[in-house]
């Protein structure tokens, strides 16, 4: 009986080839897919979710090597592929253990490649985590160092203004008292006597002249009307007094009309600092625009001074060097505040110096 047509010659090598180049396709298909998969979760390794991903990672690279059971450990002492960061250093981060193998029976060569890749992905992947979450761990302490210095900041400039109000008040209630009934006594002296000599005359000016200058420190240290009326009113004053000095000064002021009190002494010593760099160094009298706008809605306030003087450009180096202080003192106010402070040079000339406050109370 015929068994049909015997194989050719060299069919059945033939066969052999083609299963085993499958075999081998279907390996290489798995080792890619094993490296991608793996890459793509570690990708997504945050501090949150570290140890999910390396569960999930060390399982994948259990099976794919034909072991049970896959584990990630930080025991230094741990034994199973080490799991090495990148760098010169070569520092161990880690151990990746696997139960033993079910058969037993050796990897290809090409699996251990792929394991040894997928080691170096997890091992990469918690050293960026621990560079995550050391510089988490720095920008929060920074934030939190940041905090208490402008707590600190703030505390300083409160107490800092309660010592100009006690002082204010001292030398109002005290020597400037004195010093006015000084002056009137005298001026009533001299009003009764037809015959006052001219040092009489003069002791009588300069008792005067000591209650204006009390009353201008008084009113720099810290003005009664930013405290009884508001910052609006005490703006007013001192543009009133640059005005006395031959400064053509416009005042706009718009929005709210009572700021809180740390926002208000904030923007106060601004505007004073500003007008005090505008007498020393925009040449002399000029125009000079200040614009208070307080924006209904958004929670903040602006303060805006403009001189059309001479600017930066002619200053001496000292003068710039105090100056320099005097905007640092006032960029740290608005910085306690939450705000920011510019000065610049207007390109038509002059110094723009534009602050702006959250409404903290």
């Not at 040092?199 to 810290?222: F, H, K, M, P, T």
Request: proline share 4%.
């Amino acid at each position: 009986m015929s068994l049909g047509p015997a194989p050719v010659p060299g069919f059945l090598d033939s066969i052999s080839s083609l299963r085993e180049l499958y075999r081998s396709s279907e390996a290489r298909s798995a080792r890619l897919r094993l490296v991608i998969e793996a890459g793509r979760d570690l990708a997504t390794a945050t501090s949150d979710n570290l140890d999910d991903i390396l569960d999930v990672s060390a399982r994948q690279a259990a099976y794919f090597s034909g072991h049970v059971s896959g584990a990630i450990t930080f025991d230094a002492d741990a034994e199973g592929y080490a799991l090495i960061a990148p760098g010169a250093d070569a520092r161990r981060v880690g151990t990746l253990v696997l139960s033993p193998r079910s058969p037993a029976s050796p990897m290809e060569a090409e699996d251990e490649a792929t394991l040894a890749l997928l080691c170096q992905l997890i091992a990469a992947t918690i050293e960026r985590v621990a560079h995550d979450r050391e510089r988490e761990n720095l920008l929060e302490a920074l934030r939190e160092r940041e905090k208490r210095l402008e707590q600190v900041v703030d505390q300083l400039f409160r107490a800092q203004e309660d010592e100009r109000r006690r002082v204010s008040g001292e030398l109002h209630d005290g020597v400037a008292q004195t010093a006015s009934a000084l002056f009137r006594r005298l001026e009533m002296r001299n009003a009764d006597n037809p015959g006052v000599s001219n040092a009489d005359l003069e002791l009588a000016n300069v008792a005067q002249g000591l209650v204006r200058e009390l009353r201008r420190v008084i009113s720099g240290l810290r003005p009664t009307a930013l405290d009884d009326l508001g910052l609006a009113a005490a703006l007013s004053g001192i543009a009133d007094s640059l005005r006395t000095e031959g400064y053509e000064v416009d005042l706009r002021v718009s929005g709210e009309r009572q700021w809180p009190p740390l926002v208000a002494t904030a923007l106060f010593r601004v505007a004073q600092e500003s007008l005090t760099n505008i007498r020393k160094h925009a040449g002399g009298p000029c125009r000079v625009e200040i614009d208070l706008t307080a924006e209904p809605g958004k929670g903040a306030t602006t303060l805006r001074v403009r001189d059309f003087g001479r600017g930066f450009a002619a200053n001496t180096p000292s003068d710039d060097y105090g100056q320099h202080i005097g905007i640092e003192v006032m960029s740290e106010r608005m910085m306690a505040l939450g705000g920011s402070l510019t000065v610049r040079p207007h390109e038509a000339g002059g110094v723009v110096v534009f602050a702006s406050a959250g409404d903290q109370g």
